[in-house]
């Protein structure tokens, strides 16, 4: 990493004024604020900040609504939450130790479609926000923010918050200004088309514009983003993959698509990234991406000459990609882009650009409906993220999961989902390991048997054919037997498992 | 009405030689075909080639898969049922008789977004289409189809049939003409922004551009559409309205929206309509409509001199409506638009907008889930409709119900919802006759007890406190008791009736 001198860094005149430690900006925030704070998969998060608020809290309680992009890495959420600095959360996170908050009942957690929080926002239907705490790779000569590996919700955040802390990360790569594009979109009901086309269309300025006047304090910080926490492909995740490129050369063969798909988006986590590393083997080329978070996988799909452009609204990678990424970055400077999440996220956009979205299910039923979010329907896993964004509005939603969790104790295929995510209006493709299941223009009755023979663990077909034959016998256009509906999460709640389900079992 | 001359309505040159009857015109519809037809909510659909055909049917079986706008009138979809004519239908419906078959399995019914299916037939996603058959109040000299009280999917039917069958229809008004507004959004991955910036966008031609090769027949007809069936608000639906009224009220007063609200949606039915007509006597002014269906209400509006402006894709009216609107168009014209359901549902433009959105549910449950397709989780009423397009884009998305059916036997308010159309991430507002829950920045813990106390009915409020305090002991983002949570659906099934639940039950 280039570490420049603060003054390439902060041209903003008079900024020494401005200058304050981590302790003293954390200071600004009160007991019962709103504080929104950049961050994205663990991706540009403000770092010394929140610590140092966490620091504050174990001797001088207080406690606020914390709004971000999404996740936040270096154990932030963690420390917030051990500090009981957080009442309310929105719209995502990751952590487990805030999870446990969540599920407790200790911290309201609310669960919203990432495109969505600034709008509220915006429209005050959310609380007005007090306090923003964004990390920037350099401040402009006006003011303007140059955010770091994530822009996230940071740009509307800044804009709209009373007071503006801003981190400046001196660790950051210098050569990051340049690569955000940050655009606002108008006030409604006056609010004209969004201009962007294409994965690569620039409509907006590489920095976040803001009256200085509003920025309450700068702290100088060096921290580092967490590296990502996903794993190489297993020999599961990899069939997926491969069932997936079957389909695409399909659709490609067919006419539906051309060599070059379209835009794709990939959810978060191990999975998704192992579908979008796969495509560096396939016949396709000039491949795009208009996603949400950049992994590993865009860059292998970068290296393999695979992958003309890349537009997202963070880049979380490994340790290893991102020492070798950072310190390259004038490499892949000109096919990147990253946009506010509003943007990235975009439902009108992802309409308009037809994307390619896969992302991954906690579970599915029969008829395609898919839970994102609660395990047995009651616990918060991270929240819908963007898939919601994406999977509605997409040319193809695709949802991928593995059949089998918890090493074959409870089968990610069930009758009925204990919660309801992604209706089945809205999912195209379901693969596991075992196969895929296109449920394009089909009714309820005919995407059963397809799911249940190309997607379900064998173990735990049998008992799914049984419960869908049954259920026919009663009727209806969805048919079920609703008091055995939620059977395999009662077993999976009483037991422990879902074993008594298998045919082995 | 005013019957003009067939010259006047018939421009194209040559078109004599194209004229057919109905059974003719029916007999290019072979067995096995995808067939498009007109109609949306009872508006506007082909009238005399359907009938033909089951006719046909009766003693030459044929069946097909068969798409329209939503709805159709003078019980076609029951004439066609009963002579099984149908083995696939898409993408809305609303008779009995269809709706018998498809709980029955007899015919396969795709329940989709309704801007969504001419998307997938574009993209090849859905079998291509042999036959459209439109009903046109007009053809023009190029062969354009003018379309009569619809525009549903007719534009794409037309253009993307191999043939296409129209009816022209005498007895529609002449002063249609010029009413329509046909805008085909671009193939991907090239389609640039649709440019309605507001409900009086004109951006496109005023008929439905053809290729004249393509006409395979053209039928003349002077049936009518059927009346709406909509009833006077009562006492509850009043009530529903008034709790609206005076929510909007404290918005305005709050400075979260102007006099002149937001552009309205509301959906089918008796409700939605009262809600929109209830405006008539606010304090609101300069209202628009960016709607689906236009019912008597949008007229109400009209002349109270409350509305500047109404989009939508149909227009609906009861018997004593229709007689005045259509004798009265020129009043009117100025002030209307018809567009493809595709655009009056656009995600994209229903997001830009910030439409206010007013859907009618089902069944709610506590935490703000909507079911408005499946009637004790399996039994399809109509389907999703234009519901999910608006309520997931729009700035304000509001569902209505009755806290009770049947009577009371049934309460629409229940722990787990049994089917879930709108996920809790969509519902921003739930009203009931007895009050409103405003969910906005909740989290489920806290929209339990407001949906319960200001919703449900006064008898199963206790029964739904209990279910909710039973699900905190046991813990979770979204508490349940799994083994109880369709429990209310099930005596609904073995008893007929929710009863048991009720406090005086
Ligand atoms: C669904 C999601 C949790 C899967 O995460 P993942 O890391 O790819 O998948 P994993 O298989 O490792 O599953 C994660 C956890 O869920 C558990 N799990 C998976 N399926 C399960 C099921 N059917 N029932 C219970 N638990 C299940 C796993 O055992 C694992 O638990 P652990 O952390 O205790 O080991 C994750 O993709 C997510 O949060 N999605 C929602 C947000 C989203 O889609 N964003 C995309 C837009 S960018
Ligand atoms: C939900 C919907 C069916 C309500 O229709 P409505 O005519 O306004 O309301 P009603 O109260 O008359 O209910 C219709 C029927 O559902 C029944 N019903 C209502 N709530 C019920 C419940 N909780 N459980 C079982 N049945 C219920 C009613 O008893 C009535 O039955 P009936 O026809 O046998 O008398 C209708 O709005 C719909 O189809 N919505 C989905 C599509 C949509 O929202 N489109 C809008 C975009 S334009």
Redesign the interface.
Known sequence: MTVASIGARCRLPGWESLKRSAEEAAALIENGMTVGMSGFTRAGEAKAVPLALAERARHDPLSITLMTGASLGNDLDKQLTEAHVLS?R?PFQVDATLRRA????EV??????LS?TV??LR?????DMDVAVVEAAAITEEGGIVPTTSVGNSASYAILAKQVIIELNLSAPAELEGLHDIYI?QM????????V??PDSRIGTPYIPIDPSRIAAIVVTDGRDSPSTVLPPDVDTQRIADHLMAFFAAEVE???LSRSL??LQAGIGTMANAVMTGLANGPFEHLTMYSEVLQDSTFDLFDAGKLDYASGCSITLSEARGEAVWRNLDKYRDRLILRPQELSN????V????VIAVNTALEADIYG?VNST?V?????MNG?GGS?DFA??A?LAVFITKSLAKGGDVSSLVP?V????H???DV?ILVTEHGLADL????P??RAPLIIENCADPAYRPALHRYFEA??R???????C??Q??GW??AM?RDGHMRTLRDDG
């Open positions: 309310r929105m969540i599920n407790s009942g309201m957690f609310i669960d919203q479609h969505e709008e509220l429209n005050h239907q959310l609380k979109p409604r009901p006056n609010r004209t088309p969004i201009p086309v294409a067919a006419g539906r379209l835009p975009h439902p009108g956009i309409r308009r650009l037809g409906n609660h047995c329907g009651t616990r918060m819908i919601g509605r509005n040319q009925f204990s919660h309801v995510d209706t089945e209006h195209d394009r223009g089909l009714a009755r005919e259920a026919c009663r009727g209806g256009h969805t048919p079920h609703l008091e509906a939620l999460h009662q709640e």
